[in-house]
T-cell receptor, first 115, second 112 residues
Framework: GAGVSQSPSNKVTEKGKDVELRCDPISGHTALYWYRQSLGQGLEFLIYFQGNSAPDKSGLPSDRFSAERTGGSVSTLTIQRTQQEDSAVYLC?????????????FGPGTRLTVL | GNSVTQMEGPVTLSEEAFLTINCTYTATGYPSLFWYVQYPGEGLQLLLKATKADDKGSNKGFEATYRKETTSFHLEKGSVQVSDSAVYFCALSETNFNKFYFGSGTKLNVKP
């Protein structure tokens, strides 16, 4: 079946521009996660959705970052006024809500480069 | 709070050597534990998992045992291959929520 998809796969933007990253989770998965992976670093948790609500936004680095999820499916991560330090691979993952502790299924990521 | 600590890499081994990548965790409840692997140029994928104490997860010759008394979930393989070269991430998920915590990753290089 179809896995998690993300678009675009690569995005190059200029400093100060806004970008939108999209994630299509596996059908039926109610949990959705965004992570950031900088070069040579581990995964940095950004935000987690259960259905359309985000009970945990603690990982968003600044108020330039926001995310939404509509219809319990597609999610969009928006970065406003991008900075060079935002350059990273942004990963999306989805998981069935139950049973608790289910694995996450990762998308291929969006590589963001801010010039 | 919850956290995962894993050994820093890179780890460089010769083919057929024994592998151990240490992972310890801090959790407030009874988490599930995971090892994910990221092969060069690919996305993360689940390698193995254990959902309760004393469980052993295994896959592709890799094993890890959920040790509650030492709060550890060390990854082992008896004989590594060049194709095992990748970055390995230890992770936990909370008991009551579906939030995951990842370690910083350990890069493994296996030389022929």
């Amino acid at each position: 079946g179809a896995g998690v998809s993300q678009s675009p796969s690569n995005k190059v933007t200029e400093k100060g521009k806004d970008v939108e990253l999209r994630c299509d989770p596996i059908s039926g998965h109610t949990a959705l996660y965004w992570y950031r992976q900088s070069l040579g670093q581990g995964l940095e948790f950004l935000i987690y959705f259960q259905g359309n609500s985000a009970p945990d936004k603690s990982g968003l680095p600044s108020d330039r970052f926001s995310a939404e999820r509509t219809g319990g499916s597609v999610s969009t991560l928006t970065i406003q006024r991008t900075q060079q330090e935002d350059s990273a691979v942004y990963l999306c993952a989805s998981s069935p809500a139950l049973p608790v502790g289910n694995e996450q299924f990762f998308g291929p990521g969006t590589r963001l480069t801010v010039l | 709070g919850n956290s995962v600590t894993q050994m820093e890499g890179p780890v460089t081994l010769s083919e057929e050597a024994f592998l151990t990548i240490n992972c310890t965790y801090t959790a407030t409840g009874y988490p599930s534990l995971f090892w994910y692997v990221q092969y060069p140029g690919e996305g993360l994928q689940l390698l193995l998992k254990a959902t309760k104490a004393d469980d052993k997860g295994s896959n592709k010759g890799f094993e890890a045992t959920y040790r509650k008394e030492t709060t550890s979930f060390h990854l082992e393989k008896g004989s590594v291959q060049v194709s095992d070269s990748a970055v390995y991430f230890c992770a936990l998920s909370e008991t009551n929520f579906n939030k995951f915590y990842f370690g910083s990753g350990t890069k493994l290089n296996v030389k022929p």
